[in-house]
């Protein structure tokens, strides 16, 4: 049961919480009436994606649908945004009475291996490419890691080695298990070294035309049969997929940072991905111990979409003088939340919260999204957060 209390109050913490978070629940229930994603992975994504103690659906079931509807058709009133109009399927359950739980959808039943999975294939060297393949050795699979250089591919191990060191001095592992971890990993400067991959996950830079030219490589390269995935937050899997031969067998994998700790993986698929490709890569995210949640191809998949706009508008809260950055960050962690909004984007870095939120615009043209002033000035100035010593809030 979430402690709804601080969300209700009647003081200024409990106003600047409902104001941020009721457009995040409309947009949660939007998410779910369109059929992108079912109640389950909603809330899921949010609790193993961003830490939070209730996902969106169960926070609408515990604060009562009626009292959703209500905040946010004031709201509106206030704001005239499209995007504070209860979504019908909150009216509906409003009018009726009922909870989403209560709502009658079953979940779906555990996912199993429909392709044979034995070795797996990284492209990439940087934290979540290195982190990706400790993930997958560390569970039992023998990995091959790609990079551009023997000196890149050098710094996975270096990484891997170090994260296993602190496991033994922590008493989690001991030499043997790390001796057994390191011996399923193997580097290579040559792609080609992919070509007996079972899976190969492509971990490199978000550039569309540098991710086009690999799967276009993989698709020479990998084996017939074997599943090219990617970790990409904010591209296209689809047009990744229109670089092969082989759009049944491509998927999303989105990771979230750091691999080896957050449990949760984005598992997206495209209108031609093949359903034992989904299935098999969802099972195998249970087999490293992760949880998956499925979702479709478009601008954010679940967490990012729900996230962002929730964190522009602390920003717009503050930029229209509502608030002060301080009050904001606190109400929101009052509620619940692991850290405030103006903590988390400096956290994220201002630069790619900013071409998030850009993206989310450009995929569902919402003028409520629209970047906030502060935001775009932080950017401007260079106040870019934690890895620039300064962004909101000073480091």
């Known amino acids: 049961m979430a402690d709804t209390s601080p969300i209700l109050a009647d003081d200024e913490p409990g106003r600047i919480a409902r104001t941020l978070l009721l457009p995040y629940l409309n947009h949660a229930a ?14 899921a994504g949010m609790r193993f994606g961003c830490g939070y103690p209730v996902g969106p659906l169960a926070l609408v079931d515990e604060l009562g649908a009626r009292t959703v509807v209500d905040g946010l058709q004031e709201l509106h009133a206030r704001t005239n945004d499209p995007v504070h109009a209860p979504a019908p399927l909150l009216v509906g359950l409003a009018e009726r009475g009922e909870t989403l739980a209560g709502s009658g959808a079953d979940e779906a ?11 797996v294939g990284v492209v990439g060297t940087g934290t979540m490419a290195s982190g990706i393949v400790e993930v997958f050795a560390k569970a039992g699979y023998d990995v091959v890691y790609v990079g551009r250089s023997e000196e890149k591919t050098a710094g996975v ?18 030499e043997d298990g790390k001796a057994e971890v390191l ?6 400067s040559e792609r080609e070294a992919l070509a007996g991959a079972d899976l190969v996950v492509e971990a490199i830079a978000e550039d569309l035309d540098v991710k086009l030219q690999l799967f276009a490589d993989l698709d020479r390269i990998c084996k017939p049969g074997a599943i090219l995935a990617t970790t990409t937050s904010s591209l296209s899997i689809a047009r990744c997929a229109e670089a092969t031969s082989r759009p049944e067998d491509v998927i999303g994998m989105h990771f979230f940072n750091p691999a080896p700790l957050m449990k949760l993986v984005e598992v997206v698929t495209t209108e031609k991905t093949s359903a034992d490709v989904d299935e098999t890569v969802r099972a195998l995210c249970l087999n490293v111990g992760k949880h998956p949640v499925s979702c479709g191809d478009r601008a954010g998949f679940i967490v990012n979409a729900l996230l962002f706009p929730y964190l522009n508008d602390a920003v717009r809260l503050v930029d229209a003088g509502e608030a002060e950055m301080g009050q904001v960050d606190e109400a ?7 850290m405030g909004p103006f903590v ?20 569902f043209g919402h003028d409520g999204w629209q970047p906030a002033a502060g935001l775009v000035k932080a950017v401007e100035e260079g106040r870019l957060g934690r890895k620039t010593g300064a962004g909101f809030h000073s480091y």
């Open 183 to 188: 011996g399923r990993l193997s580097g290579s």
């Open 30 to 43: 939007t998410m779910l009436e369109e059929g992108y994603a079912s109640r389950a992975d909603i809330d």
């Open 344 to 363: 988390l984007l400096d956290v994220v870095g201002n630069d790619v919260s900013l071409a998030i939120e850009n993206s989310l615009v450009e995929a």
């Open 332 to 338: 929101m962690t009052r509620a619940g939340l692991p």
């Open 157 to 174: 191990l270096a990484a891997v080695t170090k994260n296993l060191d602190k496991a033994v001095a922590k008493g989690r592992l001991d």
């Open 109 to 119: 039943a555990t996912p199993q291996l429909r392709h044979e999975i034995r070795s």
